[in-house]
């Protein structure tokens, strides 16, 4: 019933742009497994081995902490129209900052969103499908936009604060990798 791919694959793309949540699960050495939902027009297959997703400034950062000491990362898009589907990028990433060479190329990429944390890039080493009968359909998924409207009210600058003040370390004290507060200024 599964299927591996050693690329992500025209088919795997069209599944993948019309998903509206994804997940992301990380794990360092030692320390809390990582499962983060996801959602908004973020993701972006950039080849048919390299993905971004733009990450906006929240609670915990912990997918920077994991991918800063080891580097792996899945992503899984889940189907929950009516096609029962399920699909997984495995790879490796790397958090992307502002002041980082690939920044504005990748942030072009994305419609303008307030809060920007980082954007990460992945490279998928394999791809798998699976069937997802299991998995409960739910017609009319629709965004929220709290998170924009949040961000929007506050403006830029306590997005940066937010980050340095609380995004800095993980849950489990591993380091993110969010930049200087220099390096993170326009």
Known sequence: MSEWYKTITAELKQFIAKQKVFFVATAPHEGRINLSPKGMDTFRVVSDNRVLYLDLTGSGNETAAHLLENGRITIMFCSFDKTARIARLYGSGRAIHRGDRQWSEYLAMFPAEPGVRQIM??????????????????????????????????????????????????????????????????
């Open 121 to 186: 890039e992945i490279d998928v080493e394999t791809a798998m499908t699976s069937c997802g009968y299991g998995v409960p359909r739910r017609e009319g998924l629709e965004q929220r936009d709290t998170l924009r409207k949040y961000w929007e009210s506050r403006g830029d600058d306590e997005a940066v604060k937010y980050q340095r003040d609380k995004n800095l370390e993980s849950i489990d004290g591993l380091p993110t990798g969010i930049p200087t507060a220099a390096r993170i200024a326009k």
